[in-house]
């Protein structure tokens, strides 16, 4: 059995600082496991033992380039599926079916993994526990009311993410 080495690097961005963290799998691929932003809450920090190889992240960076570019409106990247609960997991899997450019509220997340309601909160703890931002756009969640709510790494930012992807018509800063 072999073991995975924690890959990573840091890579600047319009956002600032970014830290990307994965493994490479099986067919030379990274596989990320996170991307987090500078003084994000709960983002990644470096570990003893992880080696920074930052010629493995090529492509993501790339693509990252060229979503903040305009020029790309969906990631083709391996993303680490392992992590977080089960209820987490269909919510981050419910942000990946947001399309590119538009927002909806929490609770039409709620409503989509099956917990309406009450389980509004619970998909905000979710979202907020998201270890892939931009790259899994959380982003792109905002109150019922058109109000930007909760973004680890700061409303400022997901205003950002939001203009660039021409979706801030509907989303009132708030």
Request: aromatic residues 8%; without cysteine.
């Given at each position: 059995m072999t073991t995975m080495s924690t890959l990573y690097t840091h890579v600047d961005g319009p956002l600032?600082?970014?830290l990307l963290v994965g493994h490479v799998a099986d067919g030379g691929r990274v596989v990320l496991r996170s991307l987090?932003?500078?003084g994000q809450k709960g983002g990644a920090v470096v570990q003893d033992g992880w080696t920074h190889e930052p010629r493995a992240f090529e492509e993501v960076v790339r693509q990252l380039g060229e979503y903040f570019a305009g020029q790309r409106d969906?990631?083709?990247v391996l993303c680490d599926g392992q992590g977080g609960t089960e209820f987490q997991r269909r919510v981050w899997r419910a942000l990946e079916e947001i399309p590119y450019g538009t927002t909806v509220s929490y609770g039409e997340i709620a409503r989509r993994?099956?917990?309406p309601?009450?389980?509004v909160r619970?998909?905000?703890?979710?979202?907020?526990r998201n270890p892939l931002l931009v790259?899994?756009?959380c982003h792109r969640v905002i109150g019922a009311d058109g109000a930007l709510r909760?973004?680890?790494a700061g409303l400022d930012r997901k205003e950002r993410l939001l203009g660039l992807e021409g979706a801030l018509q509907g989303a009132l800063a708030g």
């Open positions: 600032g600082p970014m987090s932003l500078e969906r990631f083709d993994v099956g917990s309601g009450a389980g619970a998909v905000g703890t979710a979202i907020g790259v899994r756009p909760g973004y680890a």
